[in-house]
């Protein structure tokens, strides 16, 4: 059965670094998304992406982060300068986008973001 | 914006019994799903309801949607070990469609032998 894969599994990085965390999303479908869990709190919307640009985002999704299609299976979320703040565990998600009023969203396993 | 209650917060329950999960929401719901997540791991997608008064089941798993669109429940029969973990309710974020999803809190369930 097809699934959304995520790598790494656990990123450990110091306060002030950039990170890339990936995503390959089920090959045919259209629509992306991150998502992002503190510890012990909700599953956050971050943003979607649709057509190679960005369709939807959260008040949480400010100018340090970017997300990008690089190719034709990968889909990226980059965090320019982490904070403290910014450990949490990222899921990526991906959906068919062919239901009119609900879609589907099928989740990878996650990243575990560590910022020390 | 949209916010989603889930009760109870979390469950402990014998092996083989039954329990009941709720999700009401601030506004009326477009869509409303059902995922699960073992503590640490990535959400594993169980139902999605659209309809007032839907019905859908999965195995032991049944989710029902209220007449109104603004309360979902999550009924599990017979549980076992394999139930155990996190329940989490969503629900598109505007007004549907490829939406980002809200989510609720979670109710973590715990199954006693």
């Known amino acids: 059965e097809p699934e959304v894969t995520q790598t790494p599994s656990h990123q450990v990085t110091q306060m002030g670094q950039e990170v890339i965390l990936r995503c390959v999303p089920i090959?045919?479908?259209?629509?992306f998304y991150w998502y992002r869990q503190i510890l012990g709190q909700k599953v956050e919307f971050l943003v979607s992406?649709?057509?190679?640009?960005?369709?939807?985002k959260s008040e949480i999704f400010d100018d340090q982060f970017s997300v990008e299609r690089p190719d034709g299976s990968n889909f990226t979320l980059k965090i320019r300068s982490t904070k403290l703040e910014d450990s949490a565990m990222y899921f990526c998600?991906?959906?068919?986008?062919?239901?009119?009023?609900?879609?589907?969203?099928?989740f990878g396993p996650g990243t575990r973001l560590t910022v020390l | 914006s949209q916010e989603l209650e889930q009760s109870p917060q979390s469950l402990i329950v014998q092996e083989g019994k039954n329990l009941t999960i709720n999700c009401t929401s601030s506004?009326?719901?477009?869509?409303l799903y059902w995922y699960k997540q073992k503590y640490g791991e990535g959400l594993i997608f169980l139902m999605m309801?659209?309809?007032?008064?839907e019905e859908k089941s999965h195995e032991k798993i049944t989710a029902k949607l209220d007449e109104k669109k603004q309360q979902s429940s999550l009924h599990i029969t017979a549980s076992q070990p394999s139930h155990a973990g996190i329940y989490l309710c969503?629900?598109?974020?505007?007004?549907?469609?490829?939406?980002?999803?809200?989510f609720g809190k979670g109710t973590h369930l715990i199954i006693q032998p």
């Open positions: 992406f649709y057509n190679n640009e960005i369709s939807e």
């Open positions: 506004k009326t719901l477009y869509g």
């Open positions: 969503g629900a598109p974020r505007a007004g549907g469609g490829a939406d980002g999803l809200t």
């Open positions: 090959s045919n479908h259209l629509y």
């Open positions: 998600a991906s959906s068919d986008g062919t239901a009119a009023i609900t879609d589907t969203q099928y």
């Open positions: 309801l659209q309809k007032g008064g």
